[in-house]
């Protein structure tokens, strides 16, 4: 009877976990055509090392952090109203925490180096890739109940949830040139999987909760890509393009135009919209080096269609995109 009753328990509390996500779901989805004005875009840039707030078209830029040190990953906890992100600087390797208007600003967790964070607001857990341990991790709202989950990773970066699925994902890059990969696997680590394994170097990952796809972009091809849920088949969105000139014979000059180096990826699936960020940098050759970048933020529909040029930064770079539900307000910046 005992084993019996906590079974119970388990699946009523599975069960809780379902509905509350799936009425966060519904609640958007219902207030989308009328609240659409209260979603902010949260952008953290590395160079130099700040994080921005913008409206979804991309006007009205306002500051909200600055002075960071080398920040990473973002995460945006709109029902608490908190911002996350990791550091490292001469001080440490670290995550960081303010509310969302940038106030408040303190260490969370000190020893890691996080390519990819994530928020758990049902079971009040933050989870995060952790590059110098090759690991992902988790730990409670309060910093407490630090827990270590998958092991024995190449090099974990972006980061996304399923929490009424009781799943994660995850992008593995597999070191400068190497295979990538796409992995899940339950909540508590157990059950990891390879999705996918013909990826360059997967950057940031998304999970479209509604209509069952996964999004990730690849810095290596050149791509925004995405899969279902339910076949597995993936299909690329958005990508490089290359055109070729003959300068002279036998030489064939390759300009590649579109989309390079894209990073930080968020969904807005209410108002149908996927959004990345991209250094574009554009190389002498394959590999490097580098003689010019314009980074940029853009947006398309979830399908890829409809691809719109919203900021673009010059040569500062624009590492991680979130959509937030509850705006802050700060010193209005225009001087990025």
């Known amino acids: 009877h005992m084993a019996n009753n906590s079974r119970l328990v388990i699946e009523w509390r599975r069960k809780w976990v379902v509905l509350a996500c799936l009425l966060r779901v519904a609640h958007a989805l219902l207030t989308?055509?009328?609240?659409?004005?209260?979603?902010?875009?949260?952008?953290?840039?590395?160079?130099?090392?700040?994080?921005?707030?913008t409206s979804l078209?991309?006007?009205?830029?306002?500051?909200?952090?600055?002075?960071?040190?080398?920040?990473d990953a973002l995460a945006v906890d709109d029902v608490n109203g908190k911002l996350y992100w990791s550091v490292s600087d001469d001080r440490s390797d670290r995550i960081m925490r303010s509310n969302l208007d940038g106030t408040v600003v303190e260490d969370f967790v000190d020893g890691v180096h996080v390519n990819g964070l994530a928020v758990d607001t049902i079971n009040k857990?933050?989870?995060?890739?952790?590059?110098?341990?090759?690991?992902?991790?988790?730990?409670?709202?309060d910093g407490s109940d630090i827990q270590v989950l998958v092991t024995g990773l190449d090099e974990p970066a972006g980061l996304a949830l399923d929490v009424a699925a009781n799943k994660m994902y995850w992008c593995d890059q597999g070191g400068y040139e190497s295979t990538g990969k796409?992995?899940?696997?339950?909540?508590?680590?157990?059950?990891m999987e390879v999705l996918f394994n013909d990826t360059r170097h997967p950057m940031d990952i998304e999970v479209d909760t509604v209509n069952g796809y996964i999004y990730w972009t690849d810095a290596g091809f050149f791509e925004i890509r995405r899969s279902s849920l339910k076949n597995w088949q993936s299909e690329r969105l958005y990508s490089k393009t290359v055109?070729?000139?003959?300068?002279?014979?036998?030489?064939?000059?390759?300009?590649?135009?579109?989309?390079?180096?894209?990073?930080?990826l968020t969904l807005d699936v209410a108002a149908?919209?996927?959004y990345w960020t991209s250094l574009n940098t554009a190389y002498v050759k394959h590999g490097g080096p580098s003689v010019s970048q314009n980074g940029k933020l853009q947006r398309s529909n979830l399908d890829g269609s409809d691809v719109e040029d919203l900021l673009e930064f010059g040569?500062?770079?624009?590492?991680a995109v979130r959509v937030a539900n509850s705006p802050a307000q700060s010193e209005v910046r225009t001087d990025l």
């Open 32 to 53: 989308s055509s009328t609240a659409s004005d209260s979603r902010e875009l949260y952008l953290l840039f590395n160079f130099p090392n700040r994080i921005v707030q």
């Open 243 to 264: 055109i070729e000139n003959e300068t002279a014979p036998g030489k064939i000059q390759r300009i590649v135009i579109g989309l390079r180096d894209p990073h930080g």
């Open 182 to 191: 796409i992995l899940r696997a339950d909540l508590d680590g157990s059950g």
């Open 125 to 141: 857990r933050l989870y995060w890739t952790d590059l110098q341990g090759l690991q992902i991790q988790s730990c409670r709202f």
């Open 272 to 274: 149908g919209k996927v």
């Open 315 to 319: 040569s500062v770079q624009a590492v």
């Open 57 to 71: 078209d991309g006007s009205g830029m306002t500051l909200v952090l600055d002075n960071l040190g080398h920040a």
